[in-house]
């Protein structure tokens, strides 16, 4: 598999880079988000803990994806879920 970037935005208010990578795989099926992870690190030489796929779009029958990676400046924020008020009976 042969990745490339096509955009990459800096910002600076969320403190994070934001990639849209271009993933050529051939023969293949649309990879994991853990195999584009991995690849993007070892490529492009980002920490793993920092490196977030967000998203990954193949359109039918072709053998190209577009992929939406976030590249943090700290650790990933970790996504907290709000409690459920008690519904008034």
Known sequence: MK????????????????????AVHENEPTPSRAALQE????QFGYE???TDVRSIYTD??????QVKVFVWAEK?????????KKAKK
Do not use: A, Y
């Open 48 to 50: 793993p803990e920092k």
């Open 60 to 65: 039918g029958g072709s053998c190209c994806s």
């Open 76 to 84: 990933i924020p970790v996504r907290v879920k709000k409690e459920k």
């Open 3 to 22: 990745i490339e970037i096509k955009s990459e935005k800096n910002n600076p208010l969320l403190k994070r880079k934001e990639l849209l990578i271009e």
């Open 39 to 42: 690849l993007v690190t070892k």
